[in-house]
């Protein structure tokens, strides 16, 4: 199977209102080039070197996703291209993001990463957490960035009830600050990735970072 017959087969079993990034990282360029010639051109990147390496040669059409853990002292160097930042998950990143969007006269979207996993080692805000945080003074004075919605991973396992729950858990805090947020562009909710992806969509995701079913297995 090539890049072009996954990708197809991936978008013949989601909904056209779900937005597919495609997780390059680890690939090589040549890979990613191929993908661009199919004509996707939402790309996921967890680390910044390698989206900074990968951004300087390859087209610049290409809509850069940061999904990993973002160090503030690396917001600089993506924040003159970067298009949609997943993986926000403190006060200090996004008033980084703020002041790094200012100084390139952009607004950054970003999307608040929630722990929804039942494991220690992922990043992101508690669930309990997220509603105080939106509701902070701190947030309305960071004008350059726009909180699109949220993101979140689920936990790593076979069992689909339990992945299923924190899926649903995600939507729900997702659909709660929806009713409430003045914010209209608050829409869009990051979560499923190869191996979930089917069972995130039915509890309501907007949009998927999908790796390894495209290009198949990382080494
Ligand atoms: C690697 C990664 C993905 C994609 O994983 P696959 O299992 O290869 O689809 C999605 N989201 C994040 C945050 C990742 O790091």
């Not at 996004?94 to 080692?121: F, G, M, P, S, Y």
Request: hydrophobic share 40%; charged share 20%.
């Amino acid at each position: 199977m090539t890049i072009k017959d996954n990708l197809q087969q991936i978008n013949n079993t989601i909904p056209s209102s779900v937005t597919l990034i495609a997780v390059t990282k680890t690939q090589p360029v040549e890979r990613l080039q191929e993908l661009y010639e199919t004509g996707h051109r939402s790309f996921g990147e967890n680390k910044v070197q390698e989206m900074l390496d990968k951004h300087s040669i390859l087209p610049n059409d290409i809509e850069w996703h940061l999904i990993g853990h973002l160090q503030s002292n690396k917001v600089k160097f993506i924040a003159p291209f970067v298009k949609l930042i997943h993986s926000v998950d403190s006060l200090k990143l996004l008033q980084e993001i703020n002041k790094q969007a200012e100084k390139n006269n952009r607004i950054i979207d970003c999307l608040l990463q929630v722990h929804i996993a039942n494991e220690e080692t992922k990043f992101g805000f508690e669930p309990s957490e997220i509603e105080l945080f939106l509701d902070s003074p701190e947030i309305p004075p960071l004008t350059h960035v726009n909180i699109r919605g949220l993101m979140g991973m689920a936990t790593n396992t076979a069992n689909e009830v339990q992945i299923n729950e924190e899926f649903a858990l995600l939507a729900a805090l997702f659909h709660s600050i929806q009713s409430t947020i003045k914010n209209t562009e608050f829409n869009i909710l990051s979560m499923g990735m190869s191996s979930d992806y089917l069972l995130a969509i039915q509890n309501g995701s907007t949009m998927i970072r999908v790796g390894s079913s495209i290009f198949g297995k990382r080494r």
